[in-house]
């Protein structure tokens, strides 16, 4: 049980967050093709090849969220992946869910699948290196009729069987409960069902019996839809999102690594800033768990040609470093 604290507190680091890299394969396909990149086995290896190996990396993320194809892949030059994480002193982990389902006939409501056989799972990512897992659950806003009460709940069960799960396991599990940023909602009706999102998770986690020291959350920041026509500042954003966390996530939780969402990179840093430095004596550690902002630049400057290596590399590593200033706070937190 001690490992599964001890890996929670170094993932949450002064000035680190985690790089998620866990794109399944329809998704890295959605990534790559507006780049001109096909994408196949070795394009995926190269692709994640450059990010892990970018120098000075290690100074910003504490954690490297794998796909499972990706936890089994290696360099160039032959390192198995998550061995060359580790070895560079930041943590490997993996993304169990197995995608989402729909929940019902004619709804856009989803459920996550993955719980059949987990444990076993869990036992062979833990022997490959990892050392902490993700599960991403979905809750979509439709106006008030969406979320529905039994989606929010499904959802909350299944995330905290996870956890529970990976507790067993020995591996620190990432909570993930994502409300959409899409959709017309105002920033009002975001807080509200992320609050309520947030209420059934913990619920359902205590009710698992999961520990909560051993665990990191990671939700999403509380915006306006991106069709909602609503604009609000930073620090309008940074209220509403650490008025919801106060409300509704325990203090014992070591840390907060926000999802980035479909925010472009400069956004989701400012964002981000605004809710670290807005924070106060929160009790939990703030930070980033970004996927797209953290790699939509590399992508586009790599565009899949080798010569564009180092060019992708820097760019990786100046958002990395730009977030990791993002993420101190002035008190040194
Ligand atoms: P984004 O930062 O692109 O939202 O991805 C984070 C993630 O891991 C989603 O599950």
Known sequence: MSGIIETARQLVSPGKGLLAADESLPTIKKRFDPQGIASTEETRRAYRDLLFTTPGMENCISGVILFEETLRQATASGDPFPQLLAKRGIIPGIKVDAGTAPLGADTTETMTKGLEGLPERLSDFRRRGARFAKWRAVIHIDGDRLPTAAAISANATSLARYARDCQDA??????????????????????DVTRATLDAVFKALDKAGVRLEGMLLKPNMVVPGAHSGQTQTPEQIADATLECLRSSVPPQVPGILFLSGGQSPEVSTRNLRAIVRRAGAAPWRLSFSFGRALQDEA???WKGRSQNLEAAQSAFLRRAEILSEAVRAPSGR
Request: glycine share 4%; net charge negative.
């Open 170 to 191: 020995d591996l620190t599990p990432i909570v993930e409960p994502e409300v959409l940023m899409d959709g017309s909602q105002n920033i009002d009706r975001s807080a």
């Open 299 to 301: 992508l586009a400057a």
